[in-house]
């Protein structure tokens, strides 16, 4: 049976891009987190995307499940074939579709294949003298189609949005192997409706993304990275306040660190802490105006409030220190083991209170509950990730369903979200009738019935199973 299917694929790519030996495309079956472990017959990795919409045309007709896959650095198993599927279908692997194809001057957009890595993609935005402001901890990996796949968030949103604000133009093969492409970049279209904004974020369930004009910017000539230790979160969000007062859209970031996840990351990165404190923020100001003058207003807003524990970078050395202790803090809790991981996004007036609340609740349930809290707080979304006592392996997921019960609860409560930028993959699929109502969720079964007639794209992600 796979035989036919093999050699059929051979049909279409070379032998090079299909992979079957297990001890190769295992890597391909587990996400990042180790937590999920799918299986495939084969991994195909196509560099064009003539190859893409003949392999979709044929997994449609022998309704083969196919699970899209960017840099598998997402953290909700979307990127890892479900366990009911188990060896009947492929791994779509993009990795090999990552051409520059285009670079804007007049129009200040890029265009680029979906398999390119973010890093990448900013280097050539760089190159050309300009700037991609899409910037996460893991953007050495993840790829630009995975990015737009989950409209990935990261630390630049509060000044330029997310991935979704960035894509200009789309293009995509549909699980028939139908091809759209709208790449112009065309800041105005207002004919019909846009395809592309049901595409960005639908986590590879409706189509596989094959290229994306992207936004570009001005570089950030003018930088002030600060690092701020506060007392309370009531506090960062006073102080994020008059920043915006004052600075507006100069601030790039601001990211809030609980003292827990600190001390994680200043011993993973083997830095020290920039400041004592119960909470830190690491503010980052731009400007694209070379030799711009932010760090006198910077101190006469700290001054106001008297915020003075706050140590401001003053090269580029301590600025990427204070940067690697931030991004640090995933790679730091990888290594201490396994934890309850929630991406949430709540109204920023509500977070003091979200965070008291579920922490009391947290505590009385759990009492060696450790939460490791970060996040971007300038765009009200947190990791607030769940460590218990000594349980560091994968039996902490046995008190997955009653911590989850307790956080996203309190999240619903204070009007918030359980998928901040992350997704729903196949980690949060029964928390989607908390969060959309009974028509939200009737309408995205039609669009996915529609595209994927045959349901062959990334079965058992992102919508909940039928009652
Ligand atoms: C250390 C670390 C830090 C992170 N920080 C952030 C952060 O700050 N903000 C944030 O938003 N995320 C963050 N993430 C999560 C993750 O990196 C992002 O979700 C990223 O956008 C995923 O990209 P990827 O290429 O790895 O996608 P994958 O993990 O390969 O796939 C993710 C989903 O997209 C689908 N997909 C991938 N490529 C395509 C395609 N071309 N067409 C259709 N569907 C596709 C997959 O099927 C899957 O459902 C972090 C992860 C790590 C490990």
């Given amino acids: 049976m796979y035989s036919d299917h093999l050699h059929k694929f051979n049909q279409i790519l070379p032998s090079s891009n299909i992979l079957t030996d297990p001890d190769i495309t295992s890597s391909f079956c587990t996400d990042h987190r180790n937590r999920y472990h799918g299986e495939a017959f084969a991994v195909l990795q196509p560099d064009n995307v003539d190859a893409i919409q003949k392999i979709m045309r044929y997994c449609h007709q022998h309704h ?184 507006s859209d100069r601030i790039s970031s601001f990211e809030l660190i609980s003292s827990q996840a600190l001390k994680l990351s200043s011993s993973y990165s083997q830095l020290q802490p920039p400041t004592e404190a119960a909470w830190h923020i690491l503010l980052e100001l731009t400007d694209s105006i070379p030799n711009q003058n932010l760090t006198d207003p910077l101190i006469s807003v700290l001054e106001q409030g008297n915020w003075l524990n706050t140590v401001i970078a003053q090269s580029e050395t301590e600025r990427n220190q204070l940067w690697k202790l931030r991004e640090n803090i995933s790679e730091a809790q990888r290594h201490l083991g396994a934890s309850i991981k929630h991406d949430i996004a709540l109204p920023i007036e509500y977070i003091a209170d979200f965070v008291e609340h579920s922490q009391q609740q947290l505590q009385q349930a759990f009492p060696h509950a450790q939460t490791i809290l970060f996040g971007h707080l300038g765009d009200g979304s947190l990791h607030y990730n769940v460590f218990l006592g000594d349980t560091l392996n994968n039996d902490v997921y046995q008190h997955e369903d009653n911590i989850n019960k307790i956080v996203y609860e309190c999240v619903i409560k204070h009007h918030g979200t359980v998928a901040a930028e992350h997704g729903i993959g196949q980690l949060k699929t029964q928390w989607i009738p908390q969060i959309r109502t009974q028509s939200e969720i009737n309408w995205m079964r039609i669009q996915k019935q529609t595209l994927d007639p045959h349901n062959i794209l990334n079965m058992g992600k992102v919508l909940p199973p039928l009652p």
């Fill in 64 to 247: 083969i499940p196919v699970t899209p896959q960017g840099g598998n650095t997402g953290l909700c198993g979307g990127a890892t074939p479900h366990s009911s599927i188990s060896k009947q279908g492929i791994i779509l692997s993009l990795s090999k579709l990552n051409r520059l194809r285009n670079l804007s001057y007049d129009d200040n957009t890029i265009t680029v294949e979906a398999g390119m890595i973010l890093a990448d993609l900013q280097t050539e935005a760089r190159n050309a003298g300009l700037y991609f402001p899409l910037s996460l901890a893991s953007e050495g990996s993840c790829q630009i189609g995975g990015n737009i796949a989950c409209n990935a968030g990261g630390v630049n949103v509060v000044r330029y949005g997310t991935t979704r604000d960035l894509v200009i133009g789309l293009e995509y093969v549909l699980p028939t192997g139908e091809l759209i492409s709208h790449l112009q970049p065309l800041h105005k279209n207002t004919s019909g409706y846009e395809m592309r904004q049901i595409i960005i974020g639908s986590e590879g369930t409706l189509a596989i993304i094959t290229a994306a004009t992207l936004k570009l910017f001005a570089q950030p000539l003018s930088i002030l990275t600060a690092w701020i230790g506060i007392d309370t979160i009531q506090t960062a969000i006073d102080l994020l306040q008059r920043l915006r007062n004052q600075f």
